[in-house]
Each structure stands twice: as structure tokens, then as C-alpha cells.
């Protein structure tokens, strides 16, 4: 089994990571306004600008986000936190309810959004903004406001740094490795070090990119800007336990496992001890978010008798907790099927709150993470692999309404993906019987509402996904989701509805083309979306689909993929095939991701003696079938290349 101890590597060691410059459907930036801010503050704090443009990078990739907060009290371009604000001014909800266990042999668990801590409980790194008021001489507010200010406190707060180490102000980046470590926030000196090697990354390669208030920013890269970890070391920080980790050397990963206890009534909790992939193969990793802050997430992950997922990813610095090994099974994805072939990471996170942002440092240890993954488990990189907890399908019809919908429309899996090394290109000419989901993130910002009471409208903001019509025209209804809304009614605009939403690199069979629309097939009907030529919200792509059988009309649409009833042994229950209120017609095409047997862990007992793993003979086809993947019997369909 291969294991990394949470060790850090030097920059030359890092994964190779795409470089996420301007993008190619990016419009002209109105002015250099920040650059020029960037430059200013570098000067007047005798930092240089070059470090203070690959901190600003690492924390927003230079957003200043329209002066909202981030989940951990960030604000603008050098996300400096002041927490007591943001949670004076956040709206907390949570992303709905379900069994994430998502299993039938036993009762439901309920999960639901958690808060951010009280003020009292918040640590140093959620409170640097204080501290770049007494440095700055600037208001508090013109700190959160101000872009400009903004810069101005973090360069403060980075000379501060320096000269506290006793270091010069010099002009070599070099110089400033361990101000950079420091900035990270970091308590421990492996994140802190990796934090420094990302800024180190962006400074040696060089970034170009709009911003998301349509500024053009620039590092230009200098390869002899060489890391000296040795100054990390010296900062102090504690040793995380790395204990039973499984992470790549490239990220700072920690040991905070979750109970497997046994608590009275038959109950235990919180996941299932397993063999995989000896006992059953990985095949997904589903990307969540946390609905809550740090703090609150590790302590429920440490409650026996709340549910589990292996990774946890902090916001501020990219820093990883595994909780459950990467052998057993956790409980997180609300679909059993899916559970015992999956590896969950939960990103610390809001979805309903669009300036809830993700900064580059946890999108960057998250790709490593998935990397890893990837490679260890021969998992595809592509979007019928790498799931969203909200592309994961209710086990039945029941369950639909209470599937999850985080990490939600605002997380960029175009960046996320170029990280990964799979960018979204296109692989076939515009006339293909394929397309790839893929709006430009910046410019495309569809109206949601709902992200601070329901009705009202979101802040504007960029988002992966596209929104999908009855017709070919944006006055035309949304389609409408039948396992969401049993009576009929219109999907919404609502932030959580997925029931009319195609995402970023998710891919479609086309139903149609018309002027500057295009239809794929999408719940067992035609679903139209705006794709004009000038600027594309899709692209060509290639890959198997099916369609059902010679003969036959219409196939049922699957949840999960469970053997036939004669595959189960005496001892294990045999678990109904049941299918979802959707139905796959004839003349309808999807994309195809897996071939797959039949599968079912029975797992229902602290005593693991009695679980078993029951495979079947029967086939399955997963496939792209709505925002969600679905799966249908390999013998009601044919596959056409």
C-alpha cells in the first residue's frame, strides 16, 4: 500500500500543474488599475513585488471578490481575514438533508449545514486584518472595501513578517520564503511549507489573468527565484501528527481520524472498515464542500454518531486531515453504491454564498490530492469520475429530493481541471454528436436566487454551469425534473435546483441544433442551451453513447448498480433493483462513462465478520443523464461509437 506520511517535498518536487493563464473567452480588462496598485505597495513596503503578487495569487488568484468575505473571513485580493465581520454579515445555511450513508439495510442519519464558530473560538489566522490596520495605519473597512488598501495591508503584514525574522528587506524573493510561510497562517510547519512552495511555484512559472472585475494581472516568471524551506523551519510551528496518512509528498497532510465505535442498539458508526481495492474497486472521487468552517467540520467527523469522508480541505492554506483510510469505506456520497466505490473530500465552503470563495491554495492542494488518487487507483480524470456530491443520483425515487447539491455552481471545475492536467479542449469539430459543458467561468454569470433567503437574487457571479430550456429561446421554460418534483412543476432558478443545469466538462449526446442554441439529451428529453459561435458555452467532443435496444421504447434509469437477485448468497438480504421515475426513450442518445458488474456491500454491523460483497452477472452502462450520472442494464441498450 502506498503511503507518503504527510511529508513535504521541495518545489522541484511538486506535481506539475497547468498554468490557469487569461482565459480564451476572458473580455478585454477594462484597465490596470491593480497591477499598478501591486506595484505601489511592493514599493512602499520594500517587498518585492514579485512575492507580494504570488501571496495575492495563492489567496485569490487577485479577486477582490466585490468586498465579500470568503468562508474564512477573507476579503479581497490578500484575503485578509477578519472573521467577526464576516460572521456578523454571513447568512449561514446548509445545502439540505439526507442519509449519507445511503444505505437501505439501516435507518437514515440525518446530515445538515453547520455555522461558522463563535468569535471567541476564532484562531490568529482568522484575524490578520487587525493586525494590517495597526501596521497600515488604514480603517478597517477601507482593508475590506478597497482593493488597493487591501494590497497595502498584506505588503505590511509581509515586511512585518520578514522583520521579524530578522531578515532584510531585500530584494531577491528568496529572501522572503519564511514571510511568505508565515503568511500562510499555517500552525504547522509542513502546510506552511508547502504554502511557501505553491507562492515559489506561481513566481518561478509566472501567471497572466482577468480578473473578476475585468483587470488584466501579471507576474512575469523568473526561474532563478530558488525556495529555501530552511526558514520554515525556523518559524517555530508545530510537527502534524502524520500518523496512518495516505497523501502525496506535495501536500501537508494530517492525521485526525474519525471513531469507528459501537454505541448500543445494534448502532456504530461513523463508517465501515473494508479491503478496497481487494474487496472492491475505487472508481469515483466526489468533491464536496463543507457547509461549515474547520473547526466545526473536524469535530463532527470526530462524532461516532455523525457520518464520515476521508479528506478534509481548509480554505486559508491548502492544509489536508484524512480521517478515514482510503481501504474502508466512509459514509458521505448518500448513495451506498457509490459510498463503497468512492473516495470523498470535503472542501471547507458555502455554496449558497457566491463570495464564499475558494482560494487557489486549497484548489491546488485539492488537485494534488485527486492526482494522487487518480494514479493510485487508475480512477479517469473526466467529469463521470470526478463527481460533484451533487452529480451523485438518488438510490431511488425516495431519495432524490434530499440528494445534495454542494459543491454547487460556483466552483470552477475549468481551473480545477487545468490543474489536474485535463483541461476541457475540445476533441472534435463544432458539428459533433458530442459536446463538453464549458462556459467561460468569468464572463458567464446565469441570475440564481435563493443564496440568502429564497426569491432574492445572488450576487452576480461566475459559474461553470449553463442553464437548460424546453426551447430554443430564453423566454422558453426550464426543463422540468421529475424525481425532484413528482407533481410536474418548473425546475427553478433557485441556487440548489439542479433539476435544469449541465456543468463544466460534464458531457452530452446532441439532440439538435438551431441559430445559436444547441439541444442534448437530458433526463429523457430534449434540453436547449445557449452555445452562440462568438462565445461558446460548449465545445466538440468525441466519446462512446447508447441508446436502447432494437425494439424497445423505453428502458428504465438506475441509481446504482446492484447484482440480480439470484447473485446473493443465503445469509445477505437481496436489495432491490429499483428504478428512478425517468425513463431512457428510443431515438435518445447518452454519453456512456463505465462498463460495470453488478455490486452490493452488505455492511450493516460493528462486527465486520458478517459483511460480505456480493457481485452479479448482470452489466451496467453509467452514463451522463441529467446534472446527475445514472446507470442502466448493459442489456436493455446498444452502443454506438
Known amino acids: 500500500m502506498l503511503r507518503a506520511g504527510g511529508a513535504v517535498a521541495s518545489a522541484a518536487l511538486l506535481l506539475p500543474l497547468v498554468s490557469a493563464g487569461p482565459s480564451a473567452t476572458a473580455e478585454r480588462p477594462s484597465s490596470g488599475a491593480l497591477q499598478h496598485d501591486f506595484a505601489a505597495a511592493a514599493a512602499q513596503y520594500g517587498v518585492p513585488q514579485s512575492v507580494l503578487l504570488g501571496v495575492s495569487y495563492l489567496q485569490s488568484r ?4 466585490g468586498g465579500a468575505a470568503s468562508v474564512t473571513g477573507g476579503y479581497g485580493p490578500m484575503h485578509l481575514t477578519d472573521a467577526r465581520t464576516a460572521l456578523a454579515e454571513a447568512p449561514h445555511h446548509s445545502h439540505g438533508t439526507e442519509d449519507a450513508r445511503g444505505d437501505d439495510a439501516r435507518p437514515a442519519r440525518t446530515v445538515t449545514g453547520t455555522a461558522l464558530p463563535e468569535t471567541s473560538e476564532l484562531p490568529a489566522r482568522l484575524r490578520t486584518l487587525d493586525r494590517a490596520v495597526e501596521l497600515s495605519g488604514i480603517p478597517a473597512e477601507e482593508l475590506r472595501d478597497s482593493p488597493a488598501a487591501n494590497v497595502r495591508g498584506g505588503a505590511a503584514l509581509l515586511a512585518d513578517a520578514q522583520k521579524k525574522l530578522g531578515r532584510p528587506l531585500s530584494e531577491n524573493p528568496a529572501d522572503w520564503y519564511g514571510a511568505v510561510a508565515r503568511f500562510s497562517g499555517a500552525d504547522d510547519t509542513a502546510t506552511a511549507t508547502t504554502y511557501a512552495n505553491d507562492v515559489f511555484d506561481v513566481i518561478r512559472t509566472g501567471q497572466t489573468r482577468i480578473t473578476d472585475s475585468g483587470q488584466r494581472v501579471a507576474l512575469a516568471a523568473d526561474r532563478g527565484a530558488a525556495p529555501d524551506p530552511a526558514q520554515a523551519a525556523r518559524l517555530g510551528l508545530r510537527t502534524a501528527d502524520t500518523g496512518n496518512t495516505e497523501c502525496p509528498r506535495t501536500v501537508a497532510c494530517e492525521w485526525i481520524p474519525a471513531p469507528y465505535e459501537e454505541f448500543g442498539d445494534g448502532d456504530y458508526g461513523n463508517h465501515d472498515l473494508a479491503d478496497r481495492p481487494a474487496s472492491q474497486s475505487v472508481k469515483y472521487i466526489v468533491i464536496h464542500d463543507t457547509e461549515g468552517s474547520w473547526d466545526t467540520t473536524l469535530k463532527l467527523v470526530q462524532d461516532p454518531t455523525y457520518v464520515s469522508w476521508q479528506y478534509t480541505l481548509r480554505s486559508s492554506d491548502g492544509h489536508v486531515a484524512q480521517h478515514v483510510p482510503l481501504k474502508d469505506v466512509a459514509w458521505h456520497a448518500g448513495n451506498w453504491y457509490v459510498n463503497a466505490k468512492s473516495v470523498g473530500l470535503e472542501h471547507e465552503g458555502f455554496l449558497v454564498s457566491p463570495d464564499a470563495w475558494y482560494t487557489e491554495a486549497m484548489y491546488r492542494s485539492s488537485a494534488r490530492l485527486v492526482r494522487y488518487l487518480s494514479q493510485r487507483y487508475d480512477i479517469p480524470l473526466d467529469r463521470q469520475h470526478i463527481l460533484g456530491h451533487d452529480n451523485v443520483p438518488g438510490t431511488t425515487a425516495a431519495t432524490i429530493r434530499g440528494m445534495h447539491t454542494d459543491p454547487g455552481p460556483y466552483w470552477d ?49 461566475g459559474s461553470g454551469a449553463v442553464r437548460l430550456h424546453t426551447a430554443p429561446s430564453e423566454d422558453a421554460p426550464l426543463v422540468k425534473d421529475i424525481g425532484l418534483r413528482p407533481g410536474g412543476q418548473d425546475s427553478t432558478i433557485d441556487v440548489n435546483d439542479t433539476g435544469a443545469r449541465a456543468s463544466t466538462g460534464q458531457r452530452y449526446a446532441v439532440a439538435g441544433r438551431q441559430g445559436d442554441w444547441t439541444a442534448i439529451w437530458y433526463l429523457g428529453r430534449q434540453a436547449w442551451f445557449h452555445n452562440p459561435r462568438k462565445q461558446p458555452t460548449a465545445v466538440g ?10 425494439g424497445v421504447t423505453a428502458i428504465p434509469v438506475y441509481g446504482r448498480a446492484y447484482p440480480e437477485p439470484a447473485a446473493y448468497p443465503a445469509d445477505v438480504p437481496v436489495q432491490a433493483i429499483s428504478p428512478l421515475p425517468y ?28 459483511h460480505r460483497v456480493v457481485r452479479g452477472e448482470e452489466m451496467y452502462y453509467e452514463i451522463q443523464f441529467g446534472h446527475r450520472v445514472a446507470f442502466v442494464k448493459a442489456s436493455d441498450v446498444r452502443l454506438l461509437k
Do not use: M
Open 413 to 461: 471545475w475549468s481551473h480545477y481541471f487545468q490543474l489536474l492536467g485535463k483541461p476541457f479542449t475540445p476533441t472534435a469539430g463544432p458539428a459533433s454528436g458530442v459536446v463538453t459543458i464549458r462556459p467561460g467561468y468569468l464572463r458567464n454569470q446565469p441570475v440564481y436566487t435563493g443564496c440568502v433567503q429564497a426569491g432574492q437574487a445572488c450576487v452576480p457571479h
Open 62 to 65: 487577485w479577486d477582490a471578490h
Open 583 to 610: 425513463k431512457l426513450l428510443a431515438g435518445q442518445r447518452y454519453v456512456v462513462g463505465d462498463l460495470t458488474a453488478g455490486e452490493y456491500l452488505y455492511a450493516t454491523t460493528f462486527d465486520t465478520a458478517g
Open 541 to 550: 467532443a468525441r466519446g462512446p453513447v447508447l441508446t436502447p435496444k432494437e
